[in-house]
Structure formats: C-alpha cells, structure tokens
C-alpha cells in the first residue's frame, strides 16, 4: 500500500507566497519522478513542475521564475515554493509520484489534492 498526502494549501492575497508540500510512504522500493499538477474549475488538469530522482526539474511556463519545486529523497517528500502567486495560480494541486512500490510494477500514484486560492 502507498499513500501520497499533500499539505499546504490555503487562501492567500496576490503577490503572496504558499509552500505545498507532499510525502509518499508505505511500501516503497524504488521512488523515481514527483511533481505537481493543478486544475482550476472547468480547466483541465495541467502539469505545473515535475523533479526527477537526480533532482531535474521542470515547469510549466505560467510559473517558471515564481515557483520552486525540490525533494528530500530520504522522506520521499515534495515541496513546491510559490511566491507571487496570481489569482490565475487558484486550483486544486495534486501531487504525482511515479514509483515501484514492493512486489509490483512501476505506475503513477497521486495524492487527493490541496486547494490553493487566490485572492484579495
């Protein structure tokens, strides 16, 4: 069994900065990409920054330069940094974690979504 819990979300004022953060845990073997994706209402859901296992990182274009996305390979833990965050940033984040839990085969696992407002 694996679970992928985010934390983090909230209501914030434009211009304002949240950090997310997400943890994989149970019987993990092998952990390999994590990262982010969002969906606004009536949007799909879209990637927003991924990390591999040797730390490369990318992002979508909407939040290169305000976003940071890091990992602490010991606690299988994502972070996302948003700083100047726009009412455009509103949505639902999921954090996706690509990994080899024991005794299966490699697949995505996603974590139930933290909601992120915008607004003054």
């Known amino acids: 069994q694996v679970q992928v819990v985010e934390s983090g979300g909230g209501l914030v004022q434009p211009g304002g900065s949240l950090r997310l953060s997400c943890t994989a845990s149970g019987s993990i073997f092998i952990m390999y990409a994590m990262g982010w994706y969002r969906q606004a209402p009536g949007k799909q859901r879209e990637l927003v920054a991924t990390?591999?296992?040797?730390?490369?990182?990318d992002y979508a274009d909407s939040v290169k330069g305000r976003f940071t996305i890091s990992r602490d390979n010991a606690k299988n833990t994502v972070y996302l940094q948003m700083n100047s965050l726009k009412p455009e940033d509103t949505a639902v984040y999921y954090c996706f974690a690509d990994l080899v839990a024991v005794g299966q085969s490699r697949r995505g696992y996603w974590g139930q979504g933290t909601q992120v407002t915008v607004s003054s």
């Open positions: 990390i591999s296992s040797d730390s490369s990182t």
